[in-house]
């Protein structure tokens, strides 16, 4: 069946460093893709999206780009901030003849520090 | 942008009341709406789907006698967990797409805590 696999964490980084999440998918089709974040007692927000093979999205300073060849959908920030740790998710949609699914990842704690 | 409001954020009850928890879309009519449970450090669990006006899809090993879902219109959305015990304790989000091909916006989650 269709998953998602995001690199386990938690991930700790000093304020400034490059950041690197990984995740690869398995999907019958052609998916969208998505990273969603989500702060400490609050639900998910949608940082980025990508929805066919090569697209890149990016918001806030956050890069991901949608490999087809590779099944992957790495998430990349060049200089993280302290503000930046949360949970990150990455998740799969597509429609198919059960319906409209979004598939997440078991999401990647992401720590910065000072 | 889009925004989901869910409500209560955070409800402690005893064991054997029943919680309604509520989500509305605020600026966009959802024909879809999700719930999902989400236990600590975990990802999200789908629970199920809904669309407006008609019954809810539930996941399996969910039980629809337990977690009751009501999408009576294009901006609302309500979980009821009837007869709730401490094992119901958990982090419920919901969330609302306007379209097939648009994103999900989630709400900010309602924690639940039995007693």
């Known amino acids: 069946g269709d998953s998602v696999t995001q690199m386990e964490g938690p991930v700790t980084l000093s304020e400034e460093a490059f950041l690197t999440i990984n995740c690869t998918y398995t999907?019958?089709?052609?998916?969208?893709l998505f990273w969603y974040v989500q702060y400490p007692g609050e639900g998910l927000q949608l940082l980025l999206k990508a929805t066919k093979a090569d697209d890149k999205g990016s918001n806030k300073g956050f890069e991901a780009t949608y490999r087809k060849e590779t099944t992957s959908f790495h998430l990349e920030k060049g200089s993280v901030q302290v503000s930046d740790s949360a949970v990150y998710f990455c998740?799969?949609?597509?429609?198919?003849?059960?319906?409209?699914?979004?598939?997440f990842g078991a999401g990647t704690r992401l720590f910065v520090k000072a | 942008g889009a925004v989901v409001s869910q409500h209560p954020s955070w409800v402690i009850c005893k064991s054997g009341t029943s919680v309604k928890i509520e989500c509305r879309s605020l600026d966009f009519q959802a024909t879809t709406m999700f719930w999902y449970r989400q236990f600590p450090k975990q990802s999200l669990m789908l629970m199920a789907t809904?669309?407006?006006?008609?019954?809810?899809?539930?996941e399996q090993g969910v039980e629809k006698d337990k977690f009751l879902i009501n999408h009576a219109s294009l901006t609302l959305s309500t979980l009821t967990v009837t007869s709730a015990h401490p094992e119901d304790s958990s982090f419920y989000i919901c969330s609302a797409r306007r379209q097939l091909d648009q994103p999900q916006h989630f709400g900010d989650g309602t924690r639940l805590s039995i007693l």
């Open positions: 809904s669309n407006e006006g008609s019954k809810a899809t539930y």
């Open positions: 999907a019958t089709g052609y998916p969208s």
């Open positions: 998740a799969l949609s597509k429609n198919d003849t059960g319906g409209f699914k979004t598939i």
